[in-house]
C-alpha cells in the first residue's frame, strides 16, 4: 500500500496517466492507496500470454516491452512503452487471458491495481471509460500503423524510424545496438553496418555514450523514400 510520499509519488503518476487522469482526485487517491507496489529487473516478466488479467498495472518508472513468440519460437517485439502508463487493462476489463507477454527492459517500478478495484473506480465515473476507449483506440492505430512500417519499410528505413523515435526531440539514443536490433526484426551485424555507414556519411556519431543524431532530415529522407518503393 502507497503511503506517505509515495502515495503522493504514485498519485501524481496516476494523474498523468491517459485513463486515470479521467478520474477524480478522491478515486486516484482511493486507487494508490489500494494499489500494491512492485518492481521488476530487466529481463524480468510482468505476465506471461495466458495468464489471468486479474490486475492492471501503472508504470512510474523505467520501460516494458509487450511481445509475443512466432511459429518458430522467436519472440516478437509488438511495442515499447515507457513511463508513466497502463499496462493489461484490456484483459482487466474483459477478464479474459493475458494476449502477449510483458517484460522489463530497464529496470522498472510499478503500481498493482487489482482488477475489482479498477472495475469500481471506472463504473462510479462514466468518463473515465470514455477516456479508455480513446486510449485503446490510440494504441490500436499505433499497432497497425507499427504493422504495416515492418510489412512495407526496409531494413534502413526501420533502423531510421527507430533512432528518431528513440530520440524524440533530443538527439540522443541510449539503446545498445543489440536492443535496436531486436526491435527492428534484424540482425546486430546488419545494424552496425548501416551505423556505420550512416556514420560515415555523418549523419550519426557512434561512441560510448551511444549513438547520436547529427542529420534528422537525412534519416527522414530514408524513411520517405523507403515508403515511396
Not at 479521467?22 to 512492485?38: H, I, N, V
Not at 528505413?157 to 533530443?170: F, I, N, P, Y
Request: hydrophobic share 45%; charged share 30%; aromatic share 2%.
Amino acid at each position: 500500500m502507497a503511503q506517505g510520499k509515495d502515495l503522493e509519488a504514485v498519485t501524481a503518476a496516476l494523474t498523468k496517466s491517459e485513463l486515470m487522469a479521467a478520474l477524480s482526485e478522491a478515486t486516484r487517491t482511493r486507487l494508490a492507496k489500494s494499489g500494491q507496489p512492485c518492481s521488476l529487473d530487466p529481463g524480468a516478466l510482468l505476465f506471461s500470454r495466458g495468464d489471468k488479467g486479474d490486475a492492471l498495472y501503472v508504470l512510474l518508472e523505467g520501460e516494458v516491452e509487450v511481445r509475443t513468440s512466432n511459429e518458430a519460437g522467436r519472440d516478437v517485439r509488438l511495442a515499447a512503452i515507457k513511463a508513466v502508463a497502463l499496462l493489461g487493462e484490456m484483459a482487466v476489463l474483459d477478464g479474459g487471458a493475458r494476449s502477449a507477454d510483458i517484460a522489463a527492459i530497464r529496470r522498472s517500478r510499478l503500481l498493482r491495481i487489482s482488477r475489482d478495484q479498477a472495475l469500481a473506480a471506472l463504473e462510479s465515473e462514466p468518463k473515465a471509460l470514455l477516456k479508455l476507449i480513446a486510449e485503446l483506440s490510440r494504441r490500436l492505430r499505433a499497432a497497425n500503423a507499427s504493422l504495416e512500417d515492418a510489412q512495407l519499410l526496409d531494413l534502413g528505413g526501420r533502423l531510421a524510424q527507430r533512432l528518431l523515435e528513440e530520440a524524440g526531440d533530443g538527439a540522443a539514443i541510449t539503446l545498445t545496438q543489440t536492443e535496436i536490433a531486436r526491435r527492428i526484426g534484424a540482425s546486430r551485424e546488419k545494424v552496425n553496418r548501416k551505423l556505420h555507414e550512416w556514420s560515415d556519411e555523418g549523419w550519426i556519431s557512434l561512441g560510448r555514450a551511444g549513438i547520436r543524431i547529427t542529420a534528422r532530415d537525412k534519416l527522414q529522407a530514408v524513411i520517405r523514400e523507403a515508403r515511396a518503393n
